[in-house]
């Protein structure tokens, strides 16, 4: 089950998803996709909150857990998640440098309930 959260500062999402509508309407499936679903959102959720530091102008934060099921790293439910964030902190700084502040904000997540996590930090102007 995929997830997907894209916010602006004022909080809203801008995306047209619902985050709480599960994709899932198999017969038995829906449970477990729900709990994947509410697992999801609940550490996207913890990924936002201790993102918020760095004051971003934009937040998407993507989970792809569901395309590496199967993975060693997955094992034990540790999630993979795409973050796309856009903030005025890194303004200056290298490509390494404004990792490395994702990185530091999220560092005790890692290697659970975070196993993966691939960034895109584009200067506040890129």
Do not use: N
């Amino acid at each position: 089950m995929s997830g997907h959260d894209t916010h602006t500062p004022d909080g809203h999402d801008h995306t047209g998803h619902d985050p709480d509508r599960g994709a899932a309407t198999a017969a038995g499936g829906a449970g477990a996709a729900a709990a994947a679903t509410s697992v999801g959102a609940e550490r996207m959720a913890l990924i936002r909150t201790r993102l918020a530091a760095l004051e971003p102008d934009l937040l998407d934060i993507d989970d792809e857990s569901h395309l590496h099921a199967g993975h060693a790293g997955a094992e034990g439910g540790a999630s993979h998640f795409r973050v796309r964030i856009v903030s005025p902190r890194f303004a200056g700084l290298t490509p390494v440098a404004r990792h490395r502040l994702v990185y530091h904000q999220l560092a005790d997540l890692i290697p659970f309930p975070i196993h993966a996590l691939a960034l895109d930090t584009p200067a506040f102007k890129e």
